[in-house]
């Protein structure tokens, strides 16, 4: 066992020995997710590198502690990437793969490759009895009972500490075009809703408002022929050197996210693409993303009811996704997440207590009444 692996189970035991809480840290870059961390830190930054890359295969297995940016930058010189466009948060080459998978958020292009999760091959985790637990591998087909290393994604360090994961990566695809058209919201989401039904190359799409503008984005990816030929057939303003303003979109780094809006929080709405405008009064017109499927709006902490109510009567869920500032968190008392039905939270309880006996892990983070 290499020494920052060791270092990091004999700290699990150690805590679990005096019932000391642990909060799973990488670089730091998604600290404001979920509920607010507790515990003393145990980093990962000390499991570093990439083990093995098969490019021929399209598998590659990485350290957890691994720079993000260091993954991505190895697979751009083979051609290859993480199709799902995993979120940089914070300085470009903090973020780690660990947190990727601990976090298990995409980016503009989920809706038409999948979510982290769907590129996970295997994993080695630490749980909370100090044990070095490996599951699935580096291929496709190998799955037999519970698919422990997809569940990972997204389980926020709560079922133990992902010390190395393997990924299935893609080709870089040859040819990419972003067309660009003006129309209201409700206009989007019915063009979004009749393009999905045509076999035409799309990847990504944002709609958003600027200074009561709206205008549709749209990002074509795949073979030559085939992204001319849409563009030919959609119309549109053509935009060149687009790739800058999608990875600000990934990043949060665009204007719409970057806007001055005291007092409010960014709520992350799921909800079916096919879904209508929401009826949510003098809430400001959304950001949209993944073909109406994921849409972004801007409200205080305070009007989570009615956030939430019209999440779940368009058939989907809300997530305070970030706040402005702590002390509205505070007053608000608004729950990050949606409340679980009662058979998905005994699973998720049940999964905590198998894999954290001691509850050294903050379950807390994902679950607020853990």
Known sequence: MEPALSQIVERIRAAAADATALRIRGGGTKDFYGEPPRGEVLSTTGLTGITSYEPSELVVTVRAGTPLAELEAALAEKGQCLPFEPPHFGAADSGTVGGMVAAGLSGPARASVGAVRDYVLGATLVNGRGEVLAFGGQVMKNVAGYDVSRVLAGSLGTLGVIAEVSLKVLPVAPAEATLAFECSQADALRL??????????????????????????????????????????????????????????????????????????????????????LALGDVGAPLIEWHGGQRWYKAPPEQASLIREAAHVAGGHATLFRMASAPAAASAGARRFDALSAPIARIHHALMREFDPHSLFDRARLLADA
Request: a negative charge; aromatic letters at 8%.
């Open 192 to 277: 979004l809703n009749e393009w999905g039904g045509r076999p035409l190359p799309l990847n990504a799409s944002c709609w958003f408002e600027d200074a009561g503008s709206g205008t549709l984005r749209l990002r074509l990816r795949g073979a030559a022929a085939a992204v001319e030929a849409a563009c030919a057939h959609l119309g549109g303003e053509r935009v060149d050197n687009a790739v800058a303003a999608w990875q600000s979109l990934r990043d949060q780094q665009h204007r719409w996210f970057t806007a001055d809006d005291a007092g409010t929080a960014l709520w992350r709405l799921s909800v079916p693409q096919t879904a209508s405008v």
